[in-house]
């Protein structure tokens, strides 16, 4: 009976650091996003920032289910008006605004990394091709949000319009950044085995 309780006890110790260190690792990437969000170069109405990256990272270390709490959680503090958005701006003004849809393409973009990558594995090809496809879902919603909120303000925006503005300018600068998260998470998921 001794040795029963023990066991037990030392599965739930277990548990319980299992739990602290998931939710250590989610909060630290959800600080990573918003690091690299304030890396920013100012391309026209849709700023260049390292938040993909960061998103990219997250969700190919930390796997589907954790990688969207991560960004979740980022979406989250800048809704309440913490400053982690790009420009160290936040608010629900900010989600609204021209740019918000990419935000919230972000929790689709770890979904699609996420998803990928645990049920073909994190190999090289399948971490790019994972990459690229949550970065369309994420161009999708920001170009489709950034439509809307310009149409909405009078404008008058066609779709070739928002694409020179929200894709094209990106595709170089986002197909390096996929570059080097395919290889940071190639290289840190052997070394951090992070579980997922």
């Given at each position: 009976?001794?040795?029963?309780?023990?066991?037990?006890?030392?599965?739930q110790?277990?548990?319980?650091?299992k739990?602290?260190?998931?939710m250590i690792?989610?909060?630290?990437?959800a600080?990573i996003?918003?690091?690299?969000?304030?890396?920013?170069?100012p391309?026209?109405?849709?700023p260049?920032?390292?938040q993909?990256?960061?998103?990219?990272?997250?969700a190919?270390?930390?796997g589907?289910?954790?990688g969207?709490?991560?960004?979740l959680?980022?979406?989250?503090l800048?809704?309440?008006g913490?400053?982690?958005?790009?420009?160290f701006?936040?608010?629900?003004?900010?989600l609204?605004?021209?740019?918000g849809?990419?935000?919230?393409?972000f929790?689709?973009?770890a979904?699609?990394?996420g998803?990928?990558?645990?049920?073909?594995g994190?190999?090289?090809?399948?971490?790019?091709?994972?990459?690229?496809?949550?970065l369309?879902?994420?161009?999708?919603?920001g170009?489709?949000?950034f439509?809307?909120?310009m149409n909405?303000?009078?404008?008058?925006?066609d779709?070739a319009?928002?694409l020179?503005?929200?894709?094209?300018?990106?595709?170089?600068?986002?197909?390096a950044?996929i570059?080097?998260?395919?290889?940071?998470?190639?290289r840190?998921?052997?070394?951090?085995?992070?579980?997922?």
């Amino acid at each position: 009976m001794d040795h029963a309780e023990n066991k037990q006890e030392v599965s739930q110790r277990t548990r319980s650091r299992k739990m602290l260190l998931d939710m250590i690792h989610i909060a630290l990437f959800a600080a990573i996003i918003a690091v690299c969000s304030q890396i920013q170069l100012p391309l026209g109405p849709v700023p260049f920032t390292l938040q993909t990256l960061g998103v990219f990272v997250a969700a190919g270390l930390l796997g589907m289910k954790k990688g969207v709490l991560s960004v979740l959680i980022y979406v989250l503090l800048g809704a309440v008006g913490l400053p982690v958005y790009a420009g160290f701006s936040g608010g629900f003004s900010t989600l609204t605004g021209p740019t918000g849809g990419y935000i919230i393409g972000f929790l689709f973009t770890a979904l699609a990394v996420g998803l990928m990558t645990q049920l073909l594995g994190q190999k090289i090809w399948v971490l790019a091709v994972s990459m690229v496809a949550g970065l369309a879902l994420c161009y999708v919603f920001g170009t489709a949000w950034f439509l809307v909120v310009m149409n909405a303000t009078g404008t008058g925006m066609d779709l070739a319009t928002a694409l020179s503005y929200c894709v094209i300018p990106f595709l170089i600068p986002d197909a390096a950044k996929i570059a080097v998260s395919t290889i940071l998470v190639n290289r840190l998921g052997k070394i951090l085995k992070l579980s997922r």
